[in-house]
C-alpha cells in the first residue's frame, strides 16, 4: 500500500509540477509555435485615402479591404511628430526604438534637429541594440527587411539579418512597388525550399506614394492622372482624376513656418500650385501608386496562404505619417492636421476579431511594444511604448487618453498640438514670431477642421462642401475660452514630460535656452527623400 502511496503522490508531483512549472520545449519547438509578423509600411499616406477610414475616397485598395475585414481597423493611430523637414526620419527612429521623439537619436550622429540627442541620459548610446531586428533575433527568429533607402534609422536598419532595400518610385515593376514584394516573395520562397521552421519578423517597407509619384501607365491612365513635369502650364483635367480632397484650400490662411520648404514648393508636378485641375491630377498619381502597392500586397499575403502560414501571421499596415495634397492648401507632411498627423493603421492575426475597429490612441512607437507582446517576447529596456495588444484583443478601447504631437522642422519653435477627448488644439510660432497662432477644434463637430477660409463660397462651389455654423476654429469664440486655456495647460504638460525642449510664445520658459539649430536659417538643406 506504501509504495502504491508514494507511487500516486509521485505522479501527482511530477503532475501539479508540469502544470506550474512546464518543461522547456526545444527550440525548434518553441519558435516554430510563435507568431510571425509582417510589418507593412508605407511612405506618406493620410488615412483619409482608404475607404476604410473615408467611404467617399475614390481609391481601391481591395487587398486592405480584405485585410479590414479580417481584422481591426484602429481609428485613432498616430506619429507623434519630428524635428527635421524629412517627418519620416524621426517617425522611422521612433518606430524601430519605440522611443518618445525627444528621446531618439538623429541620422548620422547630428545633434542640430534634435538637441536632446547629446544627452546619454535620453538617448542611450547603445539604442540599435535595442531595436526591433535586434530584439526579435534574440528571441530566435528570422528577419528581413526591405524598404526605401535614406532617411530611416541606419543603425537599426542594418540589424536585419536580411536587408534588400532600395528606394524605388518609378512606374515600371523593375522601378516601382513591385520590386519590393519580389524581395520578400524571393525570401518567402527560400525558406520553403529549405523547410526553414523558425517564426519570421519581415519589414514590408514601401517607397512610395511618397513623391515622385510616378505610377504604373495602366493606373495612372485609370486615375485619369499624367506625369506632368513642366511647371510653366497646368496637367490637363480629366473627368476620371479624383475629386477635389475634403478640407482642400486653394492656399493656408498662414505661412507654414518653413521658407524654401521642398515639399510645399518643390515636388514636381505640384510646385506651389494648388489649383484644382493641379491637385486633382496629383491626387490620381498618388492614387495610383497607392493602388499598385495594395497589389502588391495581395501577392504577398496568396504566398504566405499558399505556405499555411497566414493564419499564424500578425499582418501590421501603417505609413510612417499622413499627408496633405491640397488639404488645407498644403502639400506636404510638415503639418499637424488628422490627416497628416495620422496614419492607417490594420492588424489582422491570432485573436484579433474579424470586422472590428477600435479608437485606439496609439502611436507608432507603441509598434515595437506591441509587436513584442504579441509574439511573447519580452521589450527591450528602452522601450517608452505602450502595447495596444489589449485593444487589439478587444479587453479595451484606448492605450491612453492624451496625445501630443510636434512639428519644428523649420524655424522654431515651430508647431504643437494636443488632443484629448474630443477636443484638439494646434499652436504655431514661427517666423522669428511673426506667425502666431492658435487653432481649437471638437472633432466629433468638426472631424476635417474647417477654418474660416472653408466656408467661402467660391471654395464651397469647388468641393461641394459647405461646413456648419460651429465646423470652425474656435480658438477666439467666447464660449470656450475655458476650454482654450484647458488645452494650453494639457499642452505645457506634455512637453514638460516628454522634455520637449522648446516653449511657445505664450508658454513659461522654464529655465530653458532655446537650443541652436541650423535649420533656425529659414533655408531648406538637402532633399527629403
Not at 527587411?145 to 542594418?158: E, Q
Request: charged residues 20%.
Amino acid at each position: 500500500m506504501r509504495s502504491i502511496f508514494l507511487a500516486a503522490s509521485g505522479f501527482f508531483i511530477a503532475t501539479l509540477s508540469a502544470c506550474v512549472f512546464p518543461s522547456p520545449l526545444s527550440a525548434a519547438e518553441s519558435t516554430s509555435q510563435r507568431p510571425n509578423i509582417l510589418f507593412i509600411l508605407v511612405d506618406d499616406q493620410s488615412p483619409y485615402d482608404l475607404k476604410t477610414y473615408n467611404p467617399k475616397s475614390e481609391l481601391q485598395t481591395p487587398n486592405l479591404d480584405r485585410l479590414a475585414a479580417q481584422g481591426m481597423v484602429v481609428d485613432s493611430a498616430r506619429h507623434m511628430g519630428a524635428w527635421v523637414g524629412a517627418v519620416c526620419t524621426s517617425s522611422r527612429h521612433m518606430i524601430m526604438s519605440g522611443r518618445t521623439l525627444w528621446h531618439i537619436p538623429d541620422r548620422g550622429g547630428k545633434t542640430t534637429n534634435n538637441p536632446n540627442a547629446a544627452d546619454p541620459a535620453l538617448v542611450p548610446p547603445d539604442l540599435a541594440e535595442h531595436t526591433m531586428a535586434a530584439v526579435f533575433n534574440r528571441a530566435g527568429y528570422d528577419t528581413m527587411r526591405t524598404c526605401k533607402k535614406g532617411n530611416s534609422y541606419d543603425a537599426a536598419n542594418a540589424q536585419f539579418t536580411v536587408v534588400k532595400d532600395s528606394t524605388k518610385r518609378g512606374g515600371t515593376d523593375p522601378t516601382g512597388s513591385h520590386w519590393h514584394a519580389q524581395q520578400v516573395l524571393e525570401y518567402l520562397s527560400d525558406r520553403d525550399k529549405t523547410e526553414d521552421v523558425d517564426p519570421f519578423l519581415i519589414y514590408f517597407g514601401f517607397s512610395h506614394p511618397h513623391d515622385t509619384r510616378d505610377g504604373k501607365p495602366e493606373l495612372l491612365q485609370k486615375y485619369g492622372a499624367v506625369n506632368h513635369t513642366d511647371p510653366e502650364t497646368l496637367p490637363p483635367a480629366n473627368d476620371r482624376q479624383p475629386k477635389l480632397p475634403t478640407g482642400y484650400l486653394p492656399a493656408h490662411p498662414f505661412h507654414h513656418g518653413q521658407p524654401g520648404l521642398r515639399d510645399e514648393e518643390k515636388v514636381s508636378g505640384v510646385w506651389t500650385n494648388r489649383d484644382e485641375q493641379t491637385i486633382r491630377n496629383e491626387t490620381g498619381r498618388e492614387f495610383a501608386c497607392s493602388e499598385n502597392i495594395d497589389v502588391q500586397i495581395g501577392r504577398v499575403l496568396d504566398k504566405l496562404e499558399s505556405m499555411g502560414e497566414l493564419d499564424n501571421t500578425y499582418v501590421v499596415y501603417t505609413s510612417d505619417h499622413g499627408m496633405a495634397i491640397g488639404r488645407h492648401g498644403l502639400q506636404g507632411k510638415q503639418n499637424l492636421y488628422e490627416h497628416t498627423w495620422r496614419v492607417p493603421m490594420i492588424v489582422q492575426g491570432p485573436g484579433i476579431a474579424p470586422g472590428t475597429r477600435a479608437e485606439g490612441n496609439v502611436y507608432l512607437l507603441d509598434i515595437l511594444a506591441t509587436l513584442c507582446d504579441l509574439a511573447g517576447v519580452p521589450a527591450p529596456p528602452t522601450n517608452e511604448g505602450i502595447s495596444f495588444k489589449p485593444v487589439l484583443e478587444g479587453k479595451s478601447s484606448t492605450v491612453r487618453d492624451t496625445m501630443y504631437g510636434c512639428y519644428c522642422g523649420g524655424t522654431k519653435p515651430g508647431m504643437r498640438t494636443v488632443r484629448k477627448g474630443d477636443w484638439k488644439l494646434i499652436q504655431y510660432d514661427v517666423l522669428d514670431g511673426t506667425v502666431r497662432e492658435q487653432q481649437l477644434f471638437n472633432l466629433a463637430q468638426n472631424p476635417h477642421e474647417y477654418l474660416p477660409q472653408h466656408h467661402q463660397d467660391a471654395v464651397v462651389a469647388l468641393t461641394g462642401d459647405r461646413p456648419g455654423p460651429d465646423q470652425t476654429n474656435l480658438a477666439d469664440h467666447p464660449d470656450y475660452q475655458s476650454q482654450l486655456k484647458e488645452m494650453e495647460s494639457l499642452l505645457l504638460a506634455e512637453m514638460r514630460r516628454l522634455d520637449d525642449p522648446h516653449r511657445l510664445w505664450n508658454q513659461p520658459d522654464d529655465g530653458l535656452t532655446a537650443p541652436a539649430s541650423a535649420s533656425n536659417g529659414r533655408k531648406a538643406k538637402g532633399k527629403n527623400k
